[in-house]
């Protein structure tokens, strides 16, 4: 008996390195999918995107390598400086004004009542309108020529004339910061809506029965155990702020007098009017250290 037990205990010594293994092989095969999915739509297109901004890489013709001559005459591109100013401009204003107005409407239609499903569905509805098609809506309703939005104000004797939309630098930066706020405030309350409705209400209840009001309730309680979702939000927000494009190349064009070219306009006009890729090439690097360096200093301050 005891002879037989002792066998037992090795072969279940052997057997269970080979299990370890076998669930180790099944761990990897389900995961390869994903990795070759990452590998094949980033990693080799950011090795190549690396590789073309050290070569002078022509749209058409064989490149050659010429480091680190595309990063060296960023700063000669007339419109590098002031699309890298222009672009934390809007990137700021935008983000401040989106998680004040997607925390304003998170907040009011947090709590279970008649007709808050219908509010909730209408303020995420503009989040399902593709941008484009968004950036072609707020294009024809400014218009002065056939849009609807100057009759409506001069009907209710609030102008005289058309509004020049996006005639001045002023009013082309408000009317696209207006089209973003109007595309993007519900998803973001979405986004919020799901970390306050992840805050315990036992947590609420424990601060009114000792007598916190709203306002104590709602910088003592609700913004710290919201952060993580806060921290989320900003990152997603900045991320696509510093990367606009859409916005400004459709509605404005960038225009007027290129005072609304964001960066990334400007490594397609280096890529696509100018056909020097490895110029554009060098322009996305940066602007991607700079994104990836802005977003860890904003999970530190924020965790």
């Known amino acids: 008996m005891t002879l037989s037990l ?21 761990g990897w095969l389900y995961a390869a999918p994903t990795a070759v999915i990452v590998g094949v739509l980033f990693v080799a297109p950011l090795v190549l995107v690396v590789w073309m901004s050290l070569n002078r890489w022509p749209l058409l013709g064989p490149a050659a390598f010429n480091a680190p001559d595309n990063y060296t005459k960023i700063a000669d591109n007339p419109l590098f400086v002031d699309s890298v100013i222009f672009t934390l401009k809007y990137t700021a204003i935008t983000t401040v004004l989106l998680s004040a107005v997607a925390l304003g409407l998170a907040l009011l239609v947090q709590e ?91 947590v609420y209840e424990a601060a009114r029965s000792d007598g916190a009001n709203r306002w104590q309730i709602f910088t003592k309680i609700t913004m710290p155990l919201l952060r993580p979702t806060l921290a989320l939000m900003l990152i997603l ?25 964001s960066m990334v306009m400007v490594v397609y006009r280096d890529a696509f009017f100018r056909f020097d890729l490895g110029g554009a090439a060098a322009l996305s690097v940066v602007l991607l250290i700079g994104l990836v360096g802005l977003n860890t200093l904003m999970m530190r301050r924020l965790r």
């Not at 809506?193 to 992840?198: E, I, K, N």
């Not at 927000?237 to 070219?261: H, K």
């Open 6 to 26: 002792s066998r037992s205990r090795k072969h279940a010594a052997r057997g269970a390195p080979d299990l370890r293994h076998s669930r180790k092989a099944q």
């Open 112 to 202: 279970r009542r008649p007709g808050v499903g219908f509010f909730r569905t209408a303020f995420f509805l503009p989040g399902a309108v593709g941008f484009a098609a968004a950036a072609l809506l707020f294009y024809g309703m400014l218009n002065a020529d056939f849009g609807p939005i100057d009759p409506m104000l001069r009907a209710v004797g609030l102008i005289d004339e058309p509004v020049k939309w996006t005639g001045t630098p002023n009013m082309a930066l408000f009317s696209t910061i207006t089209l973003v706020l109007w595309r993007f405030a519900g998803f973001n309350m979405l986004i919020l809506l799901t970390g306050l409705q992840s805050i315990p209400t036992e």
């Open 237 to 261: 927000s900045v991320t696509g702020s510093l990367l606009a494009f859409d916005q400004f190349f459709i509605f404005t064009n960038g225009g007027p007098d290129n005072s609304t070219v």
